[in-house]
């Protein structure tokens, strides 16, 4: 990056060209079984984030160690207790382990590396404590981008009392984005939506039996609500919509900032 910059200074190449090889440089190959775009964060504001699911925890440690080295920060999901086994066997120097064991999540960080908070808010409700898991995963994710994340949980329709409070405490605090959570026949994203004027993502998650078991009940009934300003990720997709909902919530928030400037 150094050399890309330097020759940017010179007048040896162009801004086109530079930005060109920086993307190039973004990719960090790790032997022949990973890929890193260790560049992902500074292009889209989302940060590399590594799936756990099918790696041994030897790959595990050597995709942390690279990842760690190059941006500071290391964010697993779907992440195996063998995994964090080893990992925290092999925690580098002046680096911190932060385990969210309900997500699955593991997050590492350099002493130096500091979340830019954004001014970004998101609200997230679920239909049932079944739920938790996976609007663990996305507010995980949304606080690692910089946004602050206002949770509810077990507040879905078989008590449809207990939602309304939470909704408007929601509202109060203008949050810019809500992510609902619901397995089973996915109701709650619906009534909210109706109630709301604010972008509404909903999971589905695969807590469910019978006929429409997994979450396929609940994905359908979400694709096909007559609710509108609903997007739906795909069954169990957390990371997902944390992801989406921070997006959101950090461009509202710099198209605040710039109002007020």
């Not at 022949?32 to 590399?48: L, Q, S, V, Y």
């Not at 939506?193 to 998650?205: E, K, N, Q, Y």
């Not at 396929?216 to 909902?245: E, R, W």
């Amino acid at each position: 990056m150094k050399e890309v910059l330097d020759k940017l200074s010179n007048g040896e190449i162009s801004v086109e060209q530079a930005e060109k090889l920086l993307r190039i440089h973004s990719i960090e190959e790790i032997g022949n079984m990973a890929k890193i775009d260790t560049g992902r964060e500074t292009r889209k504001g989302i940060p590399e984030i590594i799936l756990g699911e099918g790696k041994t925890p030897q790959n595990i440690l050597e995709i942390t160690r690279k990842v760690l080295k190059t941006t500071g920060r290391v964010i697993i999901s779907r992440v195996q207790k063998n995994q964090i086994s080893i990992i925290k066997k092999n925690i580098p120097d002046n680096t911190s382990l932060h385990i969210n064991s309900k997500a699955n999540i593991i997050v590492l960080r350099k002493d130096n590396f500091k979340i830019k908070k954004t001014g970004g808010k998101v609200g997230i409700l679920t239909a049932g404590s079944s739920d938790i898991p996976i609007a663990e995963e996305a507010k995980v994710i949304a606080e690692e981008m910089g946004c602050e994340v206002i949770s509810t949980y077990d507040v879905g329709v078989a008590g449809i009392h207990r939602l309304f409070p939470r909704l408007k405490e929601m509202i109060e605090k203008n949050v810019d984005v809500i992510v609902a959570v619901a397995g089973r026949e996915g109701a709650l994203p619906s009534v909210i939506a109706g109630m709301i004027d604010v972008p509404l993502i909903a999971i589905p998650t695969s807590v469910g039996y019978g006929l429409g078991e997994k979450g396929i009940g609940a994905l359908i009934a979400m694709l096909q609500s007559c609710s509108l300003g609903i997007a739906v990720v795909n069954i169990d997709g957390g990371v997902s919509a944390g992801t989406i909902a921070a997006l959101i919530a950090n461009r509202v928030s710099k198209a605040r900032k710039r109002r007020k400037t």
